[in-house]
């Protein structure tokens, strides 16, 4: 998968801000340098109403418009104006491992349980004037399937505010699968609800996207590892007791990371995070056994009820073994790392929480 492809668009966006924001810091000249280094890539296509593709006068790249299929699969798609429509329905064997992968740039994007025997079904609604044809292929592997979701951005307006909800995406995949979900997105507003799931490996690469990822049912499998990185955008969580995840992972760079772990951890949790000029929130269930180890260079740290065992390692009053813990290792540059403690009748609603 070309990582970088999704997401040029997205860095020419902010590429103006960031260089003057770093550039009152010391690492000024490495960061530059690392945005000069940054491919762009220009897409000009013009979808016509058969569905065919004209080069523009400047493409660097072709974008495929083809629809690849299981012998399995079922596909359709109607066009209502310029808005179309799209659809697949992809099946398998229950217990099947599945792989995922989503290249998207810029959508609204979702991920919920399918019921039934369903493995997987895809809708699309989307704009053929700023988006190319919904792109869907499936593959076999020993023990299962693979499958590839994407869709790029091909209009000539850079200004994206406004325009994910003119790409949708809602995705539904089965609980009888065991599933690794490789995302990859760009600019995107992104729910997703992996509850009752089994889920064996989950990567989340959220650029500049606004994300929520909820386990509102407990797992029935461990989760061998969730890896999360996110550049200028909010990365949210619920309920991550519920996902009885193993070792996770979060790479936060200038955007907002807020870890909620409802009112229980079912297993125990090594978690690390880097985090650079972002924002970092632990919110913990009251008496979580916890041990932290925090670095901090210019930034903050604010970890109320812990005590500090020796210089930059911490453990939560009342520690006891025993009971799941959560062990975190966390770096802050410039930024801040927060721990709020969730007491037994708490009620907040962190869907709605930065």
């Given at each position: 998968m070309n990582k970088p492809h999704s997401r040029s668009v997205a860095f020419l966006l902010i590429g103006a801000l960031l260089i003057?924001?770093?550039?009152?810091?010391a690492q000024s000249t490495s960061f530059?340098?690392?945005?000069?280094?940054?491919?762009?890539?220009?897409?000009?296509?013009?979808?016509?109403d058969s569905g065919s593709c004209d080069d523009g006068q400047s493409v660097r790249n072709r974008s495929k418009l083809g629809r690849l299929f299981g012998k399995n699969g079922n596909e359709g798609g109607t066009s209502r104006g310029r808005t179309q429509t799209f659809s697949s329905l992809l099946s398998g064997d229950a217990g099947e491992s599945v792989d995922l992968s989503v290249e998207i740039a810029v959508a609204d994007f979702s991920i919920e349980p399918a019921g039934g025997d369903t493995m997987i079904?895809?809708?699309?609604?989307?704009?053929?004037?700023?988006?190319?044809?919904?792109?869907?292929?499936?593959?076999?592997?020993?023990?299962?399937?693979?499958?590839?979701?994407h869709s790029e951005f091909v209009g000539d307006d850079p200004d994206l505010e406004h325009k994910t909800g003119r790409n949708v995406w809602k995705?539904?995949?089965?609980?009888?699968?065991?599933?690794?979900?490789?995302?990859?997105?760009a600019y995107t507003e992104t729910n997703l609800e992996l509850g009752g799931l089994k889920i064996e490996d989950l990567n989340v690469n959220s650029g500049f996207s606004?994300?929520?990822?909820?386990f509102s049912l407990p797992a029935s499998s461990d989760m061998k590892k969730l890896i999360v990185d996110t550049g200028l955008g909010s990365f949210r969580t619920k309920n991550l007791g519920n996902a009885r995840i193993v070792h996770m992972s979060v790479d936060n760079g200038l955007g907002s990371a807020v870890l909620d772990y409802g009112q229980a951890l079912l297993r125990d949790t090594r978690v690390q995070v880097e985090s650079g000029l972002g924002s970092v929130k632990f919110r913990l269930p009251e008496r979580l056994p916890v041990e932290m180890e925090v670095e901090t260079s210019m930034g903050s740290a604010d970890l109320p009820h812990f005590d500090e065992i020796r210089d930059?390692?911490?453990?939560?009053?009342?520690?006891?073994?025993?009971?799941?813990?959560?062990?975190?290792?966390?770096?802050?540059?410039?930024?801040?790392?927060?721990?709020?403690?969730?007491?037994?009748d708490d009620t907040t609603d962190q869907d709605d929480s930065k």
């Open positions: 003057p924001l770093w550039s009152s810091h530059a340098s690392l945005l000069d280094k940054v491919p762009v890539i220009h897409y000009k296509f013009r979808i016509s079904y895809i809708s699309v609604e989307y704009d053929p004037d700023i988006y190319s044809f919904p792109e869907v292929s499936q593959s076999r592997k020993e023990g299962g399937s693979a499958i590839s979701l995705v539904r995949i089965g609980s009888q699968f065991i599933w690794s979900l490789d995302l990859d997105l606004d994300t929520m990822l909820k930059g390692f911490y453990r939560s009053i009342g520690y006891m073994t025993g009971n799941p813990a959560l062990n975190a290792d966390v770096s802050v540059g410039l930024g801040s790392v927060t721990v709020i403690w969730i007491t037994a």
